[in-house]
């Protein structure tokens, strides 16, 4: 019964998915806006420094899915970039030689290495793929739980079980076979839907259990975590001269993975307390306000928007009215754009020029 109301609940859509990415860009009031779907969060630092050069003097953005956005391109300077990006190869880069992207996210717990070939794994399968639709999320937990908070689409626990739309489905296998077999049947049943929830999580497991057989799970006798550093970029917002020294940092041989939590962790780092000195005052690197709040990007650069929302929020925060337990995410109009799924806040930029405050309570478990 619960699946038939979802099913008809499914949406109908009158046009494909708008999701830019390296080559379909979303023209925004400031230009156009290119993203790129890093495969489990890594980026190289050569990538690193392509995407600052190409944004110039305005930041970088990190999204909620772990991705990188350049805002104010010129068409041919985002043809430029993905280009650019295209030749710079590696083992897990933001574009083949090919120039094929990763359509959707694939993120992955981002302190542990085992869940980098299996992160690979996926996205090699779906570079370039038209029949992906880019809200798809597919997410790989190494067993802390931090991505499997995300209720992705697909989620494969490592030595676990496969999840779609939040809720576990007791099938297990390798973690790549089946994130891939997961997304397949999804594929089959989608129809014009976007999300596994549209259609149906049973629906999806009906096209998976015919086909079992998906490999062993993996179950490792002993997963570490090398040393880690993790930092917070204020509103997603990478600057310049902080990409520029996390780009050094990669190349003295730190790893670089984004997060879906729009921090940055480097894995591998020689000298942590040296690198959060470099980091100090271009990210957070300690405890931090910024680390509960999010905004979207609000006027000048969403013609929407009632406000500056950023600019607001920077003032609060100084002051010391934002930035407390709960999530708070502000927004220059009712669009409410990137908004979390968990319990959040919404502060809501109005037409008269104040702001309202909305409490959602996220998703709420039977
Ligand atoms: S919430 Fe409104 S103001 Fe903010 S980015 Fe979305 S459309 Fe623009």
Avoid at 345 to 365: F, L, M, N, Q
Wanted: proline share 7%; charged share 25%; hydrophobic share 40%.
């Amino acid at each position: 019964m619960a699946a038939a109301r979802r099913r008809d609940a499914a949406p109908v859509r009158d046009r494909p998915d708008a999701c830019p990415g390296a080559w379909r860009r979303h023209e925004a009031a400031d230009g156009a806006l290119a993203r790129f779907r890093p495969v489990g969060g890594a980026i190289s630092p050569a990538e690193l420094r392509l995407l600052a050069a190409a944004a110039g003097s305005a930041p970088l953005e990190v999204t909620s899915r772990g991705s990188w956005q350049v805002r104010g391109l010129s068409d041919q300077g985002a043809d430029d970039l993905a280009a650019a990006l295209s030749r710079v190869g590696g083992p897990a880069p933001l574009l083949d030689e090919q120039g094929r992207d990763v359509p959707c996210s694939v993120v992955a717990s981002p302190r542990s290495p085992a869940l980098d070939a299996p992160a690979r794994a996926v996205a090699d399968a779906l570079r370039g793929r038209t029949d992906v639709p880019g809200r798809l999320l597919v997410a790989l937990d190494d067993g802390s739980g931090d991505v499997l908070g995300l209720d992705a689409d697909v989620t494969v626990v490592l030595g676990g079980t496969l999840h779609l739309a939040g809720t576990p489905t007791g099938l297990t296998g390798d973690l790549a076979a089946l994130a891939l077999a997961a997304v397949e049947a999804f594929l089959t049943v989608r129809g014009e839907a976007w999300r596994v929830a549209e259609v149906g999580t049973e629906r999806v497991v009906d096209g998976l259990r015919p086909r079992e057989g998906y490999g062993s799970p993996e179950h490792p006798t002993s997963l570490t975590w090398p040393e880690a550093i993790e930092v917070l970029p204020r509103l997603g917002e990478v600057h310049t001269e902080a990409a520029a020294v996390l780009a050094d940092l990669g190349d003295e041989g730190a790893t670089l993975r984004v997060t879906p939590w729009r921090t940055v962790v480097l894995r591998d780092v020689t000298d942590p307390d040296d690198a959060r000195a470099r980091l100090d005052g271009l990210v957070e690197t300690g405890p931090s306000p910024w680390s509960t709040l999010s905004a979207c990007v609000g006027a000048p650069r969403c013609a929407k928007s009632h406000t500056d929302v950023r600019g607001d929020l920077a003032r609060a925060v100084a002051e010391g009215r934002a930035g407390g337990a709960l999530h708070a995410h502000w927004v220059g109009c009712a669009r409410a754009c990137g908004t979390p799924a968990g319990p959040v806040a919404v502060v809501e930029g109005t037409s008269d020029g104040t702001y309202r405050t909305i409490a959602r309570a996220g998703k709420v478990c039977p």
